[in-house]
């Protein structure tokens, strides 16, 4: 039987996470999203909650708990209602971390967790979204064949975030075994070409870059050996969450603005129109977050957990951008301003259709 319920560790996880998104990253959210710099400072005091560490064996240099699933999504949710592109830069490491503990060989794992344990942040990266109309996960057209002990990869992506700055890129690509493969890239490896940094419509706290990868020769210890679809599982369920986290900072904020904003001698709270739209995207959130829920549940339990991915993505990505929208409606002409957020969440809710692999839980 499915149970939400958190333990205390969860719980305790959960109001860390909540309390550091609303103290610490929201007040450096507008800023970070006008000049596309996130303060060093900030990046620190994340780093040192440990979220990272958490999840690595002890082992391996971290903090030996055992992951979960449920509790990524607890902090992506938390960190994305802080500021969306401020979160996906902080959770960037999970990129490699998530895709070497769960798809990769003994060796991978002792060569590459240790990174993720010091006591100074440490990105990581991953190459799936590519630059086509028509793209399909089940499509790529990133292709990566077998040459003797060596794989040849090519092909463009897009979206790659912290391309420059990580030690390793993980690159998914077509294979010749299996429709989706996934290799683990360090940096520096020849062939691999990064360009400017994309200028987006939203997450622009987040560098992100266009990638190509000109008949990159790697050795065949560059394959990670397991599931690359369930590693991108595993990023669709993060970046469900990752909406609700948005769609439920942009509620919030409507629902204070409605209860202080008078309009005709009344809070505007009051009109039923604005009251209605308020209890529609309440129930729009609640209901994201329980499909979010059950994906992780489902890929925790070792369940076949595509149904529940697939419900939790659609839902998501439809609920967010209407959430977002109704937010800026609330405020009417100040949903406009930049100094009032609910812009920014509306630019950044819209992305949701379209980003793949940029996140992991």
């Known amino acids: ?43 620190a005091q994340a780093w040192e909650l440990g979220i990272i560490q958490n999840s690595i064996p002890e082992e391996y240099g971290g903090y030996g708990s055992t992951p979960s699933t449920v509790t990524g999504t607890i902090v992506a949710e938390g960190l994305a209602e802080g500021d969306l592109g401020i ?37 990581g990266s991953a190459a799936v979204l590519e630059p086509q109309w ?31 700055t990580s030690p ?10 299996e429709p989706i493969e996934a290799f683990l890239l360090k940096a520096g490896t020849p062939g691999v070409e990064i360009g400017e940094r994309e200028g987006l419509m939203g997450i622009k706290a987040c560098e992100t870059y266009p990638v190509a990868i000109n008949d990159v020769r790697v050795p065949a210890s560059a394959k990670l050996p397991g599931s690359a ?27 204070e603005y409605a209860k202080e904003r008078e ?41 076949d957990p ?11 990505d439809n609920a967010v951008m209407t959430v977002t929208d109704n937010g800026v409606q609330v405020l009417g002409g100040h949903g406009f301003i930049r100094e009032h957020p609910v812009e920014m969440w509306a630019r950044n809710g819209r992305g949701f259709s ?5 996140a992991s839980v």
């Not at 390793?168 to 075994?177: L, N, S």
């Not at 979010?292 to 070792?302: I, Q």
């Open 263 to 303: 309009a005709f001698g009344v809070k505007i709270a009051q009109k039923q129109a604005i009251a209605f739209m308020l209890a529609d995207m309440a129930i729009d959130v609640d209901a994201a977050r329980l499909l979010n829920w059950e994906a992780a549940w489902s890929v925790e339990h070792n369940e």
């Open 1 to 43: 039987m499915i149970d939400f319920e958190l333990d205390e560790e969860q719980q305790l996880i959960k109001e860390t996470v909540t309390a550091f998104a609303a103290d610490v990253v929201r007040p450096a959210a507008h800023d970070a999203d006008e000049t596309g710099v996130i303060p060093e400072g900030l990046v």
């Open 229 to 255: 679809r369930g590693l991108l599982r595993r990023s669709r369920v993060a970046q469900s969450a990752m909406a609700v986290g948005v769609a439920k900072a942009s509620l919030d904020y409507a629902i």
């Open 134 to 164: 028509n793209f399909s996960l089940s499509e790529l057209q990133t292709s990566a064949k077998r040459d003797g002990n060596d794989y040849v990869i090519s092909g463009t992506k897009c979206y790659v975030p912290l391309a420059k």
């Open 168 to 177: 390793y890129m993980v690159v998914f690509a077509r294979g010749e075994e």
């Open 354 to 358: 379209v980003f793949e692999g940029m």
């Open 306 to 316: 595509s149904r529940e991915i697939t419900l939790a993505r659609s839902y998501t």
């Open 87 to 123: 979160a996906l830069h902080l959770l960037s490491a999970r990129l490699v971390v998530d895709a070497v503990m769960h798809a990769g060989s003994d060796e991978q794992k002792k060569e590459v967790l240790p990174l993720y344990c010091t006591d100074k942040f440490v990105s």
